[in-house]
């Protein structure tokens, strides 16, 4: 008898993206972390993380995540709600809350459980969410679980969204209003000053995940809330700790209510064990990092500036862009994965992105600039683009 492999298509389907070429080989990182890191065995000037401020391998948060497992260890244990709640936790929410201005804030173990976990607990089948068609796939997952009626406006439409939350005044439900702050693959910000009034004015929950805005935007990186002023009149605010600050984690910002309530229904915060020690004490010396260096912040920006600037000057189209995750476009995903490729074998490491994660014909390599790229190295990587996209005719 001839034993047949159930899961075969799986094989099939890859091989189809080896032929389409947009299968993707993990690269290895065998380095910290760095604006020049080793990847796969060669030394690249590293575009593609989300290290902002380049506290990821910072000596700072590396000796607090050592004193804390020295003196805790590696693991918490349990789930938040059993006994895994460490007074290093309480003190990492304690001290976001003072820092975002709001009552309350609950950590997850990353920004993805924060949002999912976050809207399919406090929605219902009979309740409604108007979303923006580029939120984070984070964002998506949680409204599918809520099983909450999705309203997709489109991207960065206010007015469209203004109209479908006139459309739902006297339907029956709940409505949540959710956008991203800052766009994880475009890098543009979202409309909050259009979406807040609307939010207020239709009494619908309003929702904003700051993941590529924390420690980017905003006074020492408080995020979009406070980048348009809006303290007070944003309902959930999600950050990461897993960017900017350069460890790991999500967490929500918001009254205390809704913040106890999430302690109590949020399902990653009660069936998932809680952060190591190691992780909580990190994210703490990167919130002092924040608070008394903001001079990284402005270098952030500064070579954000110069590296836009030399792109459009170069001639490439960079989209949308309004921070410092700069899109360079170049339409098939093949393409773009093709570009990436040759890109490092010069030296330069910045992602290609296809379809899924982004709108098929709309292929892009993505670039992120962070707080500790020198000038020199920012010139080196314009120089490899410059010289790999007129190879390629792009
Ligand atoms: C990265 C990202 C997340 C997820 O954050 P993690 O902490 O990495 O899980 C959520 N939302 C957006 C917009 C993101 O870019």
């Not at 389907?13 to 080896?18: G, M, S």
């Not at 065995?41 to 700072?60: C, D, F, M, Q, T």
């Not at 009552?103 to 999912?116: I, L, R, T």
Request: aromatic fraction near 6%.
């Amino acid at each position: 008898m001839t034993v047949s492999n159930p899961l075969s298509y799986l094989s099939e389907q890859l091989h189809a993206w080896r032929e389409a070429g947009t299968f993707q080989r993990l690269r290895e990182l065998q380095s910290p972390c760095e604006p020049v890191s080793v990847f796969d065995g060669r030394e690249v000037i590293n575009l593609a993380s989300n290290n902002y401020l380049g506290l990821a391998n910072h000596p700072k948060l590396v000796e607090a995540a050592v004193n804390a497992a020295k003196k805790f260890g590696v693991g918490s244990g349990a789930v938040r709600t059993i006994s895994g709640t460490m007074s290093v936790h309480l003190e990492l929410e304690e001290r976001i809350a003072a820092f975002k201005n709001v009552e309350a804030c609950v950590v997850f173990q990353s920004g993805f459980a924060a949002n999912a976990g976050t809207v399919a607990a406090i929605l219902t089948p009979e309740d409604h969410i108007i979303s923006d068609a580029l939120n984070h796939a984070s964002i998506i997952d949680g409204c599918r679980l809520s099983r909450a009626k999705i309203h997709v406006f489109p991207h960065k439409d206010a007015a469209r969204a203004g109209e479908i939350l006139a459309e739902l005044r006297s339907v029956p439900g709940r409505k949540l209003l959710i956008t991203d702050g800052v766009f994880s693959m475009d890098g543009d910000i979202g409309p909050l000053n259009e979406l807040v009034p609307l939010a207020e004015r239709y009494g619908a929950v309003m929702m904003i995940d700051d993941a590529h805005s924390s420690g980017v935007l905003g006074r020492n990186g408080r995020g979009t809330v406070d980048h348009f002023g809006l303290h007070g009149r944003v309902d959930i605010q999600v950050g990461t700790l897993s960017k900017a600050v350069g460890v790991l984690g999500g967490y929500v910002c918001g009254s205390r209510d809704l913040i106890e309530f999430l302690c109590h229904r949020a399902r990653p915060f009660l069936f998932s064990t809680s952060h190591p020690p190691a992780v909580a004490a990190a994210c703490l010396a990167a919130f002092d990092i924040l608070e008394q260096e903001p001079e990284r912040i402005e270098r952030l920006w500064e070579n954000t500036r110069y590296f836009k600037g030399e792109l459009a000057k170069l001639g490439f189209n960079t989209g949308e862009s309004e921070t410092p995750i700069t899109p360079v476009m170049v339409g098939q995903a093949a393409t773009a994965h093709r570009f990436s490729r040759e890109l490092f074998d010069e030296g330069l490491y910045a992602t290609g992105i296809g379809f899924p994660t982004v709108l098929e014909g709309k292929a892009r390599i993505r670039t992120i600039v962070t707080a500790t790229h020198t000038r020199e190295m920012l010139d080196r990587a314009l120089d490899i683009l410059q010289r790999v996209a007129k190879r390629m005719d792009i």
